[in-house]
């Protein structure tokens, strides 16, 4: 269960926010990667199509999971470059990956773990990913030189011990959502084996299951709901005065579902711009404050969602993150921490030949500023 989103596009305000929600508890760190760092797709164990390795054109800071032996260091499920670039990866049951086994001749390989990094490392702005995912669609070479493949790299078939049924299966079924400094919004998701690459610049906002031209849809069985308080209505013939605030918007669920995570995130985003359009405008602090509550709307507290009857295992919100797309910097707060740490892009070292530096965020002795113990 994760929601992400970005403030409207037509308030002026490029920063956006997002959960990171599960049930198995992980290690989380805070990667930065400086530009001009060799990054290498996880390998495909294929000589005839191999994994993709690149330079870095972009620094970038972004979060992943701290495994042994440093395994997946340089993969991160939500990353923002030195541009005010940023990729998010979500959970997406229904994802159905391209098979490895139709890769175009001559193609690399991008596995679902890559893709976050290998977007904010190669990608400004929203359109140029937009033409190059297509170019990947079709089989084409991208403006990287390449033609690139994405799949899953957990990714069994028919072939193996492991799976009873004629489909491939897909251990790591997620989407993405990407956003630039225009405040451009653009979604990947992979259905029946094919891209599937929708314009999301309306509306900003992602969740989970099902895929994103539900959710759009969706909405229009809500257009009645408001944030126009009615004082008091005659009903027949009585006279009825409200109970108290809210009563506009009692048709949207509290459920931590991603259909209802989506419509609230939205509408609250929907309400808010009056607020944030006014003259004067709020300050970029008072923004950033503000895309922090809207996240206290979605977010899963422990035991919210349980597994079942008398087990306290469930999904939960691990981590929320705020990216300030204009000044480089991340707000990062845990399940645990007492707030938000605050991430400057300006406190690392991102430029060439530098060296990509690792910190575990439960690791961070000082508040709001996210410091590595020594």
């Given at each position: 269960?994760f ?15 997002r ?67 940023s ?62 493949y ?20 897909n ?18 998701e ?59 918007s ?8 991603p259909?209802?995570?989506?419509l ?28 922090m ?22 999904d ?9 797309h ?11 921490s ?24 439960s ?9 590595a113990?020594?």
């Amino acid at each position: 269960m994760f929601t992400e989103f970005i403030l409207p596009k037509s308030t002026g305000y490029r920063i956006s926010g997002r959960t990171m929600d599960f049930a198995a508890t992980f290690t989380w760190q805070l990667a930065a990667i400086p530009v001009a760092t060799s990054l290498k797709a996880i390998d495909s164990l294929n000589p005839n199509t191999p994994a993709y390795k690149w330079q870095a054109k972009y620094g970038f800071m972004g979060i992943g999971i701290k495994l042994p032996f440093n395994l997946l260091d340089t993969k991160v499920s939500d990353a923002m470059n030195t541009e005010g670039f940023s990729a998010a990866a979500l959970w997406l049951p229904p994802s159905i990956y391209p098979k490895k086994a139709d890769a175009p001749q001559h193609a690399k390989l991008i596995s679902a773990l890559d893709i976050c990094g290998w977007a904010v490392s190669n990608y400004s702005s929203v359109e140029t990913l937009k033409n190059d995912l297509y170019a990947i669609q079709q089989g084409q070479t991208t403006s990287l030189g390449e033609i690139l493949y994405f799949w899953d790299p957990l990714q069994f078939s028919e072939h193996t011990e492991l799976n009873q049924s004629n489909e491939v299966k897909n251990l790591i079924p997620i989407h993405f959502q990407f956003h630039d400094k225009t405040g451009a919004s653009l979604v990947l998701e992979f259905r029946d084996g094919a891209l599937s690459i929708t314009d999301n610049s309306d509306i900003g906002v992602m969740t989970n299951n099902p895929f994103i031209d539900w959710h759009r849809t969706n909405l229009e069985n809500y257009l009645g709901v408001t944030n126009v308080e009615t004082d008091n209505k005659t009903i027949i013939g009585l006279n009825v005065n409200k109970a108290g605030n809210g009563g506009g918007s009692i048709g949207l669920s509290s459920s931590a579902l991603p259909a209802d995570r989506f419509l609230r995130t939205t509408m609250t985003l929907n309400y808010s711009m009056l607020w944030l359009n006014q003259n004067p405008k709020p300050s970029n602090n008072a923004a950033i404050a503000h895309t922090m509550n809207v996240i206290k709307g979605i977010y899963v507290t422990r035991g919210q969602c349980i597994d079942q009857s008398g087990n306290p295992k469930g999904d939960y919100t691990q981590w929320e993150i705020v990216r300030d797309h204009e000044n480089q910097v991340f707000y990062i707060a845990t399940t645990a921490s007492l707030g938000f740490w605050q991430v400057n892009f300006s406190d690392y070292q991102l430029q060439e030949n530098a060296k990509p530096q690792f910190v575990v965020i439960s690791d961070a002795i000082k508040m709001p500023i996210l410091t590595a113990a020594v």
